[in-house]
């Protein structure tokens, strides 16, 4: 059974850099065909995806958020992360990693909200808050 558990400050202020950590048990993020994302839900708002990282290390970004967004990966410790830079209150959320075999779909890479089905597994997320 495949667990994914996202970890990193829940408090950040504006202007600093939000970072999260997805450790992944239960399977290797470097098997084929998986991608390893992550998406957010603002207060009242749907699910929008921020990026993902691939089992072979590679990296796609939504359009809107690329010119802030870096996503990496840890093999030896079976992680993922994300960078979020220059935050705003407009980035509060909570912040889920998923996995998926591949990408998700088109729409949703050119901006539609996510759906759960979209990815097979889910974190349970976490929240963070941009706040000074």
């Known amino acids: 059974q495949v667990q994914l558990q996202e970890s990193g400050p829940g408090l950040v202020k504006p202007s600093q850099t939000l970072s999260l950590t997805c450790t992944v048990s239960?399977?290797?993020?470097?098997?084929?065909?998986?991608?390893w994302s992550w998406i957010r839900q603002p207060p009242g708002k749907g699910l929008e995806w921020i990026g993902a990282v691939s089992y072979r290390g590679s990296t796609n970004y939504s359009p809107s958020l690329k010119s802030r967004t870096s996503m990496s990966r840890a093999t030896s410790k079976n992680q993922f992360t994300l960078q979020l830079t220059s935050v705003t209150p407009e980035d509060t959320a909570v912040y889920y990693c998923?996995?998926?075999?591949?990408?998700?779909?088109?729409?949703?890479?050119?901006?539609?909200?996510?759906?759960?089905?979209?990815?097979?597994?889910w974190g349970q997320g976490t929240q963070v808050t941009v706040s000074s």
């Open positions: 239960g399977g290797s993020i470097t098997t084929s065909p998986y991608y």
């Open positions: 998923a996995r998926a075999r591949g990408l998700p779909p088109a729409a949703v890479v050119a901006g539609r909200a996510v759906e759960r089905a979209d990815f097979g597994t």
